[in-house]
């Protein structure tokens, strides 16, 4: 199985003492491999296992000599095994070593980060039960449209976020992949009887075919779903500042009793987790383009991607990490206004209401073009004088000469935009 990080932090993933316990194991293992294969004697394999450690600073030291990190790292163990060192390595490359580690390490963050979409999901869920039908106004292009409730809203975020999870469970599964196959990936110095134990025992899958390193494009689909990941935490943080807007207001971040909003104005109080959030997206995107730089490399290797994933792997893993973990105090702790919802539904005087009068029209049997032209000639004069819709209609001879009374008070109703609430929640798992 792959080692399980059970530390505090993602960051913990990326330290060079992880790093080293991974390439430490993934030599032993291949020791062990190739002693069942009669290539290791048991006395080696004992003397390997019990004394095989290294030191961070020694390596470190050792690197600046030798300007190479696996070499430091081999010299360091070998002056802890002794003799035996000899069988370490065997009929393996740097890539060996670096690539079926980066694959756990990049499992391990997959693990985490999968959590933290699951908590966002938790935290939306909760919002959109809270919530279910508590009416507000939808807006396209920004502009007040037709109502629906915070509750589908909310129920939209879990939606996305379900796809979310695939995507990162999907990446994970790409990336579960090791390979030990030597120079340029023809398993000359090295049987693939080899590269199977050891992947086996990480719980990877063994590469079909590699060269000297497994292939970028693997890496490039897991730094993108991080980033696209990114970019759904960004759409949710973007949708509650507008939310959270002056002039909206229908939504507001949790805002502590000694936080400051503005080092000038004291009234202030800003969604400064949702920009952040927002600011953050950018980075991982960012990465995602180095990242498929990263795919075309020289023949059966250069190490031009080297440097960019020693960047942009812990970056994007801990980036998303800590905007999952933002992302879901902001919708657990919102303060969600409904009296304010329900002011701003009414704010426009029923003009929300047109297209079930224009609906309307169409089934008393007025054409389509002469409904529409109708209603909005009421519909401007609503929104020019402030006088209600409703009262602009049945003082419209022309309209009414088809329409009761009764006609126009199902039109005028907020319970046919929420007929199918039910439904849609079922339909998306909650």
């Not at 396209?140 to 629906?148: K, Q, R, V, Y």
């Not at 000359?188 to 990480?202: D, F, G, I, N, T």
């Not at 980075?283 to 290797?301: D, I, K, Q, T």
């Amino acid at each position: 199985m792959i080692p399980r990080y059970t530390g505090p932090e993602m960051g913990a993933i990326w330290t060079d003492e992880n790093k080293f316990a991974i390439w430490l194991k993934i030599e032993i293992l291949a020791c062990e491999a190739m002693h069942q294969m009669g290539q290791v004697p048991a006395a080696d394999l004992k003397a390997i296992r019990e004394k095989a450690t290294f030191e961070v600073k020694r390596i470190n030291a050792i690197e600046k000599k030798v300007n190479h990190d696996v070499i430091a790292f081999l010299t360091n163990v070998a002056e802890h095994v002794g003799p035996s060192s000899r069988f370490i390595h065997k009929g393996m490359t740097s890539s060996d070593v670096l690539d079926t580690a980066l694959a756990v390490q990049m499992v391990q963050a997959a693990d985490i980060l999968i959590r933290g979409v699951k908590a966002v999901r938790a935290a939306a869920a909760k919002k959109a039960r809270r919530y279910k039908f508590t009416p507000m106004i939808g807006r396209s292009h920004g502009i007040h449209a037709e109502p629906i409730t915070f509750g589908l809203k909310m129920a939209l975020m879990y939606d996305e976020f379900g796809r979310a999870l695939k995507r990162l469970v999907a990446a994970r599964e790409n990336v579960r992949v090791g390979q030990l196959s030597g120079a340029v990936g023809t398993h000359a110095h090295l049987s693939p009887r080899v590269e199977a134990y050891v992947c086996r025992k990480l719980g990877l899958a063994p590469a079909a075919i590699s060269t000297q390193i497994l292939q970028r494009d693997r890496h490039a689909e897991y730094i993108g779903a991080i980033a696209l990941v990114g970019a759904s935490v960004e759409r949710w943080a973007q949708e509650f500042r507008h939310l959270q807007r002056t002039e909206v207001h229908e939504v507001e971040e949790y805002f502590g009793k000694e936080q400051k909003g503005s080092s000038a104005m004291p009234h202030k109080k800003n969604p400064i987790t949702g920009e952040k959030l927002c600011g953050l997206a950018r980075l991982l995107r960012g990465n995602h383009v180095a990242a498929l730089e990263n795919v075309a490399l020289w023949h059966e290797r250069d190490i031009s991607h080297s440097s960019v994933e020693r960047v942009i792997m812990p970056d994007s893993t801990i980036a998303l990490d800590h905007m999952l973990t933002g992302l879901t105090k902001l919708v657990e702790n919102l303060r969600v206004f409904p009296a304010r919802m329900k002011a701003n539904l009414d704010m426009t005087h029923g003009l929300i209401h047109s297209q079930q009068v224009l609906l309307l029209l169409t089934e008393k049997g007025f054409a389509r073009e002469v409904a529409y032209r109708m209603v909005q000639k009421d519909a401007m004069a609503a929104w020019e004088t402030g006088r209600e819709l409703k009262g602009l209609v049945a003082a419209d001879a022309e309209l009414m000469s088809k329409v009761t009374p009764a006609d126009l008070e199902r039109v005028f109703d907020l319970g046919v935009h929420f007929k199918d609430v039910n439904r849609t929640f079922k339909a998306v798992g909650l």
